[in-house]
């Protein structure tokens, strides 16, 4: 198993950036591939962005390409969202998750996750 725990949220104004962190616990991180998701009041949660065990490929949200960048560091059991000119409709919880680097299926399905953190809240204000 693998625990996650998220930081780095806060409010923001338009425009602005943020950097979220996800710290791992447990068994060996390079053994996961991990995921950020978001989930805005009275919505479902959605897909943000994803990248490989290795860290070589990542895959993103198209509401997101171009702004926010994934990345992660195995030697910090930590993987990072980079979220540059923030909009207030990116207001939401987000989620960071983990999943074993050979479960098969889609990146931006939930079910495809059995671990999850608590979230951290990212409010942009106009």
């Known amino acids: 198993q693998v625990q996650l725990v998220e930081s780095g949220g806060g409010l923001v104004q338009a425009g602005d950036s943020l950097r979220l962190s996800c710290a791992a616990s447990g068994r060996s991180f390079s053994s996961y591939d991990m995921g950020w998701f978001r989930q805005a009041p009275a919505k479902e949660r959605e897909f943000v962005a994803a990248i490989r065990w290795s860290g070589g490929n990542t895959y993103y949200a198209d509401s997101v390409k171009g702004r926010f960048t994934i990345s992660r560091d195995n030697a910090k059991n930590t993987v990072y969202l980079q979220m540059n000119s923030l909009k207030p409709e990116d207001t939401a919880v987000y989620y960071c998750?983990?999943?074993?680097?050979?479960?098969?299926?889609?990146?931006?399905?939930?079910?495809?996750?059995?671990?999850w953190g608590q979230g951290t809240q990212v409010t942009v204000s106009t």
């Open positions: 998750a983990a999943t074993y680097k050979y479960s098969s299926g889609s990146y931006s399905n939930t079910h495809l996750y059995p671990y």
